[in-house]
């Protein structure tokens, strides 16, 4: 029975995310999972906090299956979804082995129980910290990112980042855990439940008055730096299948979609246009054609292209996926080269040393990472644009690297058509969302399929293409009107970046080592 309640238990926890959203069962599952594993022995614990961990991963990954390449699909799809499984059940593990005797006996007064609850919260954002740094991050679908449609509450990211939401979820879900049990122990009692709950509700109730407040509050400056209000952006969705775009010999009937829909976008008369990750390689050849489209109509063309560089003193060639800023006088430079790359998408791991992985992937070769954060001016109307590119825009603190105090807008170019039509373009939006409240300033995202939208400061994703007809997956062009002024200057995230997340990671591990030194003492006969 405790096997299936575990699958149940991730199921929930999936469903809270893109798609269906259902936001509301985040908050009642850190809670149902600890009931599930409470009493159970440390490695039967284990198994079914890892059990509903995996579930949450795999429904919640399921996009991976929609890429077109069965052995990378398939295999992606196992492997990523198994570690990153063990953070959560890491989380279960740990927290459920303090309820070892079961919740049926458990006698803790109410500061004990009081304490639990916000050190499950403190090593839940512990483990995110981690798991959006180890072996490269992948911070994909943290727990507070199901709440990015409830706007009043994430504003607090501005000052922790996602992960005040991810506390502020997990402990009131622990808090209500504790609250049903002496509900049980004094049914007689209508009251019994408020000890447990009241902090919580408390919490929540003041942050979320303050998100009101933020969003009611007049949030963007008068102008931005360069004393302009508004700022019109043309973006370019050409949604090019993505066996198209691994095809040789299609570079030209892909540039020619471009440059029509390009043409469409331009009579819109944009200060910007826009193309996605990847969209077309440009040939010498055809290398005029775009520069002229930019000179004529007197607008820059920010836009995806693999970068090649050879290695002075060496026959070695280095492959970049970068951004590209080119104006009238030419592209700019330095351009962005991706930091952050995308395992077996855009380099094979172990490469060398194990030459068979190559066949999970259906890249030839792997992409270098760049080195650092830039950004681009636009000369004319003086604004500051910071590139992003796929899912750099999933980083908290990937994010903050790249807006400073003149930043003026965050631009990610990102090519979701590996996944056809499915969850993942919302769910990469709702990780967008985080980004733009963190950091205080809008993002825009230029998608190949889906979804190319712009997000304002507050988090609210303000129009996005396909709105009127719901198909986010064509192609076509979309104009938007994007507010820049970075809301009341920058946040208190961008200027000190993750001080809440590192004070839970140490605090984590210092209770995490002060338990095990007390086991100590006991497995000793130091102690009793």
């Not at 931005?224 to 010999?249: N, R, Y």
Request: proline share 6%; aromatic share 14%.
């Amino acid at each position: 029975m405790r096997w299936l309640l575990a699958v149940l238990v991730g199921l929930a926890l999936a469903l809270a995310f893109p798609e269906p959203r259902w936001l509301g069962f985040a908050w009642l599952v850190p809670g149902a999972w600890l009931a599930v594993v409470a009493g159970e022995r440390r490695w039967r614990l284990f198994g079914l906090a890892f059990v509903a961990a995996l579930v949450f991963r795999l429904v919640s990954l399921r996009f991976l299956l929609n890429m077109p390449h069965a052995a990378g699909a398939v295999g992606g799809w196992l492997a990523l979804s198994l570690y990153s499984a063990l953070y959560p059940a890491a989380w279960a593990w740990f927290c459920g082995g303090w309820l070892r005797d079961g919740l049926a006996k458990l006698e803790w007064p109410w500061f004990r129980r009081l304490g639990f609850g916000l050190f499950a919260a403190v090593a839940w954002v512990a483990l995110e910290m981690v798991q959006a740094r180890l072996l490269g991050g992948y911070p994909w679908n943290f727990l507070g990112v199901s709440q990015f449609e409830n706007l009043p509450l994430i504003q607090i990211a501005s000052v922790t980042g996602v992960y005040g939401v991810s506390f502020l979820v997990v402990w009131a879900s622990v808090s209500l855990l504790f609250a049903v049990l002496q509900i049980r122990r004094a049914p007689a009692n209508p009251l019994s439940w408020w000890a447990d709950t009241a902090l919580p509700l408390l919490a929540f109730g003041l942050v979320c008055s303050w998100g009101i407040v933020k969003r009611i509050t007049p949030h963007f400056n008068s102008g931005s730096h360069s004393g302009k209000d508004e700022f019109t952006v043309a973006l370019v969705q050409p949604s090019i299948p993505q066996q198209l775009i691994w095809q040789g010999g299609t570079g030209d009937e892909r540039l020619a979609k471009m440059l029509e829909l390009s043409r469409l976008a331009l009579a819109t008369k944009p200060d910007l246009l826009l193309w996605p990750e990847a969209c077309v390689p440009i040939s010498a050849e055809r290398w005029p054609e775009v520069f002229d489209m930019v000179k004529t109509n007197g607008v820059p063309l920010l836009f995806g292209a693999d970068d090649v560089e050879r290695v002075e003193g060496s026959d070695e060639v280095r492959f970049y996926n970068s951004a590209v800023l080119l104006t009238a006088d030419g592209p700019q430079l330095p351009s962005y080269r991706k930091r952050r790359l995308v395992m077996f998408g855009e380099y094979i791991p172990f490469e060398k040393a194990l030459p068979f992985m190559k066949y999970l992937s259906p890249i030839g070769g792997s992409f270098t990472a760049g080195i650092e954060p830039v950004q681009f001016t636009l000369q004319d109307v003086e604004y500051v644009l910071a590139p992003l590119i796929c899912f750099e825009d999933s980083f908290p603190h990937g994010g903050r690297e790249h807006v400073s105090a003149v930043t003026d807008l965050l631009v990610n170019l990102t090519n979701d058509g590996w996944f056809g039509a499915g969850p993942e373009q919302w769910q990469h939006a709702a990780n967008a969302v985080f980004r733009a409240v963190e950091n205080g300033v809008p993002l825009v995202r230029c998608a190949n399929n889906g979804l190319t939208c712009w997000i304002d400061p507050l988090g609210q994703v303000r129009q996005f293409y396909g709105q009127e007809t719901d198909d986010i997956y064509g192609a076509g062009f979309v104009s938007f009107e994007v507010p820049l002024g970075q809301a009341l200057g920058q946040t208190v995230y961008n200027r000190h970046g993750d001080v809440f997340g590192w004070a839970c990671l140490l605090v984590a591990v210092a209770v995490a080592g002060a338990a095990r030194a007390k086991r100590g003492l006991h497995t000793s006969g130091g102690i009793g």
